[in-house]
Antibody
Framework: EVQLVQSGAEVKKPGESLKISCKGSGYRFTSNWIAWVRQMPGKGLEWMGIIYPGDSDTRYSPSFQGQVTISADKSISTAYLQWTSLKASDTAMYFC????????????????WGQGTLVTVSS | QSVLTQPPSVSAAPGQKVTISCSGS????????VSWYQQLPGTAPKLLIYDNNKRPSGIPDRFSGSKSGTSATLGITGLQTGDEADYYCGTWDSSLSAGVFGGGTKLTVL
């Protein structure tokens, strides 16, 4: 079974750093892009960026470029989403998802999704 | 404001049919495949439709997708109370060089 398991909920203060993870299993981790998607409280889905674990090629949405860093460690089949200085507005649920087709990232889809990591930033 | 436009809510009675629209532009839906996702309350999204009209294994044929020009549509027949969820469309946006989602549609089964 293809599965993505994310790290647990986090409570942080503004200005702190954070790295959350997404571990893949049940497939060749290096063959499919992994995406990160934000969902702010009561709001819709936002595409943040993607990474190809095979060579760490990374693409960001303009809205998130420079705000977060996406990385991966293929040796442990894990992708990461990282902040250096959190803001209250980063409070959200963050999902990772595998791009379903192994070839390319444009005409693609997300399947499966991780269970989500809730990040709360509050003083 | 989302790049793809969906109605905020739709509703129908059990057993009935409902459609959810997703509209964009030539740089988005007009040029790329559309996928659809179901998000039940408190859970992660789940893939319902990919490549405009294909269903992953395990998704019942009550769910269907179509695309015409710069709009896509998700159809759900034989509505069940368990279908109450938020539904999102997604595609690629060449003007952003990034993926995009619709704002989501809340389905209520009355």
């Amino acid at each position: 079974e293809v599965q993505l398991v994310q790290s647990g909920a986090e409570v942080k203060k503004p200005g702190e750093s954070l790295k959350i993870s997404c571990k893949g299993s049940g497939y060749r981790f290096t063959s499919n892009w992994i995406a990160w998607v934000r969902q702010m409280p009561g709001k819709g889905l936002e595409w943040m960026g993607i990474i190809y674990p095979g060579d760490s090629d990374t693409r960001y949405s303009p809205s998130f470029q420079g705000q977060v860093t996406i990385s991966a460690d293929k040796s442990i089949s894990t992708a990461y989403l990282q902040w250096t200085s959190l803001k209250a507005s980063d409070t959200a649920m963050y999902f990772c998802a595998r791009l379903g087709a192994a070839a390319g990232f444009v005409d693609n889809w997300f399947d499966p999704w991780g269970q989500g990591t809730l990040v709360t930033v509050s003083s | 404001q989302s790049v793809l436009t969906q109605p905020p809510s739709v509703s129908a009675a059990p057993g009935q049919k409902v459609t959810i629209s997703c509209s964009g532009s030539s740089s988005k839906i007009g040029s790329y495949y559309v996928s659809w996702y179901q998000q039940l309350p408190g859970t992660a999204p789940k893939l319902l439709i990919y490549d405009n009209n294909k269903r992953p294994s395990g998704i019942p044929d009550r769910f269907s997708g179509s695309k015409s020009g710069t709009s896509a549509t998700l159809g759900i027949t034989g509505l069940q109370t368990g279908d109450e969820a938020d539904y999102y469309c997604g595609t690629w946006d060449s003007s952003l060089s990034a993926g995009v989602f619709g704002g989501g549609t809340k389905l209520t089964v009355l």
